[in-house]
């Protein structure tokens, strides 16, 4: 069993940033293939980043690229977004994922999700 716990969540102006940090316990394994998801109040949960076991492929939903940055730091066992350049309509409630059976791609697969931590980007 996994457990993933996320934090760095907050209050932030538009144009401003946010750091979400995604540490992992259990196991027998952590350094599993992980990302992150977000859900806004009224719409689905939906993919924003992903990373590989070992930190040298990602991947970045539309919206999101070239203003967030997934990264992880296995010897931690954490997992990082770090999030620039935010929009109103990144407010949402950030939630870490594992996938223990291959890459985290969206509308794939996840073993276990993190309890979110809310993002909210005022204008």
Known sequence: QV?????GGGL??????LRLTCAASGRPFTDYPKGWFRQAPGKEREFVAA??????STYYADSVKGR????RDNA???VYLQ???LKPEDTAVYYCAANTRGQVVPGGPVDFWGQGTQVT???
Request: glycine residues 10%; hydrophobic residues 35%; proline residues 0%.
């Open 121 to 123: 980007v005022s204008s």
């Open 76 to 78: 931690k066992n954490t």
């Open 12 to 17: 932030v102006q538009a144009g401003g940033s």
């Open 51 to 56: 990373i590989n076991w070992s930190g040298d």
């Open 3 to 7: 457990q993933l716990v996320e934090s």
């Open 83 to 85: 999030m620039n350049s």
């Open 68 to 71: 967030f940055t997934i990264s």
